[in-house]
């Protein structure tokens, strides 16, 4: 599996749960720390939870990988899953709006996800 196909499939679990705002960035180049981020948006504490025990149970139940990192208390509606290669970003509307990480990466970045990835 390659880290892209890491990603999507991230992307794909949050969508499972309903998250919002699903983006995929390429960083490979312009981060020391991972190669692609996804940022999300879940409506709640408890949505942010159920997102996050979505991607770990589905990564975890098809692939056999747990992140390195992975914080499970989003007391501060912010809460990241670190599988080293791949970041994912699971923020409350609120916090995304404010920390703006997408400004922190150019738009060309980006990477447009396949058509019914997330359906």
């Known amino acids: 599996m390659t880290h892209l196909e890491l990603a ?13 705002g699903i983006e995929i960035y390429d960083l490979r180049g312009s981060s020391t720390i991972t190669d692609y981020a996804i940022v999300c948006t879940a409506t709640s504490v408890p949505h942010l939870r159920a997102i996050l025990r979505e991607i770990d149970k589905d990564i975890f139940a098809k692939h056999n990988i747990d992140p390195v990192y992975a914080e499970r208390t989003p007391n501060g509606l912010w809460s990241v899953l670190d599988y080293i290669d791949v970041m994912v970003h699971v923020m409350a509307g609120e916090v995304r709006e404010f920390y703006a990480l997408e400004e922190l990466w150019k738009p060309e970045n980006r990477i447009a996800i396949p058509a019914g990835l997330l359906d």
């Open 8 to 20: 999507y499939i991230c992307a794909k679990a949050a969508s499972d749960m309903k998250a919002t």
